[in-house]
């Protein structure tokens, strides 16, 4: 038997002891919140392998990493040109935030957007997928509500900052009034999650000459919106040169 107990003790994990909870080790040796970020970063940092970003745009990229434990966006993690300059500055003027779904919104830190900008307000983010008059405009037509959500918010799209995290169609119909109505928002987060339409909408975001930052092929979701975002904030805040000091997204509300 002992043995056996011996057998399934995890290898490998630094203050491990048998029949004793892990935690434990912190109660011990206590770290704050601020101590595990800035541990997480250093562990990004070195791990990371040489990569094409400027120091500006590997501060969403980590902060992207952080959210989501996968090295593999660095591959895929898309920035326009204009992309930071343009971001950064619509959070210094207070631009409305355009959201595609309730988790970006309630994911958002109104602390850190009003670091950027102190007008920031909870009505400064738009969320209208779940207005009653999406939802009918969805059921008379058969198409999805995200659509309409995005048609409703034409008004704070153009100049506005938009986060799409989750609908492809809301990027699409996004996509369609730079198009065709000539909207032009300060800042597209472009990243749908799924398989269908998923990448058409990426691709063509990434053609129409709009400030983007996107995640190329099928991943996406409302982590990674929200932590863009947030790492923009940290940038219009500290600055791109000192990019090992910023904290991570998500945690501080």
Known sequence: MEDDVASDTPKGDSGM?????FLRSLLESPMSGEAI????????????????FTPAQWVVVRRM?????????????????????????????????????????????????????????????????????????????GLP?????????????DGGIALIGNAPVALLELNRMVIEEGIRPALVVGMP????????????????GVPFISVAGRRGGSPLAVSALHALCSISVCG???RRAVPSGGERR
Do not use: N, W
């Open 65 to 141: 990493i952080h959210a989501t434990a996968d090295f593999g966006l660095m591959e895929d993690a898309t920035f326009s040109a204009d992309a930071i300059d343009a971001g950064v500055a619509a959070l210094r003027m207070g631009r409305p935030l355009f959201v595609d779904a309730s988790m970006i919104r309630a994911g958002l830190s109104l602390a850190r957007l009003r670091e950027a900008c102190p007008a920031y307000g909870p009505d400064s983010i738009v969320c209208h997928v779940a207005d009653e008059e999406v939802a009918a405009q969805a059921r008379e037509s």
């Open 240 to 242: 791109s040169e000192r």
């Open 193 to 208: 999650v799924g398989f269908v339409h998923v990448e058409e909408s990426k691709r063509e975001l990434m053609s129409l």
């Open 17 to 21: 002891r048998a029949g004793v909870p």
């Open 145 to 157: 509500r995200s659509l309409f959500a995005a048609r409703k918010a034409a008004p704070i799209l």
């Open 37 to 52: 970020e800035a541990l997480s970063f250093a562990t990004i940092d070195r791990e990371a392998p040489l990569h094409r």
